[in-house]
């Protein structure tokens, strides 16, 4: 590897990062105990009862339904909220595509409302306007793990009869007004995808504290079955969308470092958020109040708009990289991706154009971001990480 910095002289950073995942004799423990008990999915399961009853408890819900992952998850969500094909789903821009593409699965329409320009998450008062009498779903994504504004949003989604779903991909464990995402809304889902906070390689959950819902999801997801039904019952069409025994495993291991691993990275987001404000030419993001616990799934941070608009992003990351700071680039606003366009085109005929600026200047200039595992690493690491940005935009200036 390249040892030499920006300015031709050492690097500010060369150690490594903390890897992920992290798992210890626990994960192997509990994966042997599946592989020896011969239970590794069908009836009878015993660890994914477990896992959807800790993983509800977490979050302040009533019901888990499991599910094979995070993109599914948000499709079987719609669908047992009611949602129908040729249906719109409003939804922010800024977020992985999975959230307009497990929508457009099954030819449910989205509909890209901006994002707030400082916090980056679905702006409630923008949302009303874009309400049709096609609309049928709210999706609001906790993105980076920061609750978006869910009593906002659920108000605006009270009172125009619209189902409010939660993509809590990168949330495990937030929450808003000290209750846990997921289940405020009608239905809530999470990612279980290897660089998620928590992590079995793949698989997903969806929380609800309705039980029709639930049981709805749950059809959904076996095949069509009803909870106490036979197994050749098939009372409606659903598909075989079920986790293994051995993913509830590790991600039962998983779960007994959560509350230790989102203190450290509060800790350290504290920390680098001061250091930051001090730099000129960086900037923060604002928290809601309301959001009480943030998952830290992603640490974002902006270039100020007036360096921003004098200096291209790529160049930035190249440098930050070249100190040994592993900052990426993040998103490309989904209302201007050319598959989400085209598919929304075969559903509707019709070529939708959104305009989100907001979304489309944090990805194009703005916005930075180092992942979760990064947080996990020691203060000393979190002046590293400063003292790259610092030198860094200084050497814009
Ligand atoms: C990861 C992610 C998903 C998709 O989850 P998968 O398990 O990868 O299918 C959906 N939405 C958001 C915001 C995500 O970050």
Redesign the pocket.
């Known amino acids: 590897m390249d040892k030499l910095a920006i300015d031709g002289g050492p690097r500010i950073r060369t150690k490594p990062f903390p890897a992920w995942p992290i798992y210890d004799e626990l994960e192997e423990r509990l994966i042997l105990e599946v592989v020896r008990s011969g239970k590794w999915g069908g009836t009878g399961r015993v660890k994914l009862p477990e896992l959807e009853e800790k993983f509800a408890a977490i979050h302040d819900a009533k019901h888990a339904v499991s599910i094979t992952?995070?993109?599914?998850?948000?499709t079987i969500a719609l669908q047992a909220a009611g949602v129908q094909p040729g249906d719109e789903v409003i939804m922010p821009p800024y977020?992985?595509i999975?959230?307009a593409s497990?929508a457009l699965l099954f030819g449910a329409i989205p509909v890209f409302v901006d994002v707030e320009p400082d916090t980056l998450l679905l702006d409630p008062e923008k949302v009303e306007a874009a309400i049709t009498s096609k609309t049928k779903a709210i999706i609001a994504?906790?993105?980076a793990g920061s609750p978006a504004n869910l009593t906002r949003l659920k108000a605006i989604a009270n009172q125009h009869g619209l189902r409010l779903i939660e993509?809590s991909?990168?949330a495990v464990g937030a929450r808003w007004n000290g209750v846990g995402v997921g289940a405020q809304g009608d239905l809530g889902?999470f990612?279980?995808?290897s660089?998620?906070n928590i992590n079995a390689g793949?698989?997903?959950m969806i929380l609800t504290n309705d039980r029709e819902l639930a049981d709805h999801a749950w059809s959904l997801a076996n095949v069509g079955r009803i909870r106490e039904g036979g197994w050749y019952q098939h009372e409606t069409i659903g598909w075989n969308l079920r986790m293994t025994e051995l993913q509830a495993a590790i991600l039962l291991g998983q779960l007994s470092r959560l509350d230790g691993q989102m203190e450290l990275r509060e800790r350290n987001a504290k920390l680098l958020t001061e250091l930051m404000d001090d730099i000129p030419g960086a900037r923060t993001l604002p928290r809601d109040p309301q959001a009480t616990r943030h998952a830290l799934?992603l640490f974002m941070f902006r270039i100020d708009p007036e360096l921003a608009d004098r200096v291209n992003k790529n160049d930035v990351i190249r440098k930050l990289n070249a100190e040994g700071i592993p900052v990426s680039y993040g998103y490309v606003s989904l209302n201007q991706n050319k598959a989400v366009i085209k598919e929304t085109k075969k559903w509707t005929g019709e070529e939708r154009v959104y305009s989100c600026p907001n979304s489309e200047r944090a990805c194009d200039k703005e916005i930075l971001w180092l992942h979760q595992n990064v947080l996990l690493a020691s203060e000393a690491d979190m002046h590293d990480i400063a003292a790259g940005v610092r030198k860094v935009l200084a050497s814009f200036r």
């Open positions: 992952n995070g993109t599914v998850a948000i977020t992985f999975a959230t497990s994504v906790h993105i993509d991909a990168q889902t990612s279980f995808q660089s998620k793949e698989g997903g799934h």
